[in-house]
């Protein structure tokens, strides 16, 4: 079983930035990828970032591109959301998620295994 704990949510302002962390623990702990989601209140759970462990290959969803970065320390087994210029409709709570087989997509919140408790991101106008 794999554990993952989120921290770096808070309450920022429009145009500001927050890093938000994983770290994943678990008795053998053998991901190949790491990845970010988000939901706010009313609507479904988004993808937002992933991550390749092993090769370091990312992909966002549009709306993030160029402003948000997702990266690895794989020393620490944890993953990184680097969140810059960050809007009003970016406030959700995040979830970091693992899984330790590839897909061949992995926008679906089923196509990953283990989940973080999530850390609430509010960005204020």
């Known amino acids: 079983q794999v554990q993952l704990v989120e921290s770096g949510g808070g309450l920022v302002q429009a145009g500001g930035s927050l890093r938000l962390s994983c770290v994943a623990s678990?008795?053998?702990?053998?991901?190949?990828?790491m990845g970010w989601f988000r939901q706010a209140p009313g609507k479904e759970r988004e993808f937002v970032a992933r991550?390749?462990?092993?090769?370091?290959?990312?992909y966002y969803r549009d709306s993030v591109k160029g402003r948000f970065t997702i990266s690895r320390d794989n020393a620490k087994n944890t993953v990184y959301l680097q969140m810059n210029y960050l809007k009003p409709e970016d406030t959700a709570a995040y979830y970091c998620?693992?899984?330790?087989?590839?897909?061949?997509?992995?926008?679906?919140?089923?196509?990953?295994?283990?989940w973080g408790q999530g850390t609430q991101v509010t960005v204020s106008s």
């Open positions: 678990g008795r053998s702990f053998s991901s190949v990828a």
């Open positions: 998620c693992a899984a330790d087989t590839f897909q061949a997509s992995f926008v679906s919140p089923s196509r990953w295994p283990y």
């Open positions: 991550i390749y462990l092993s090769s370091g290959n990312t």
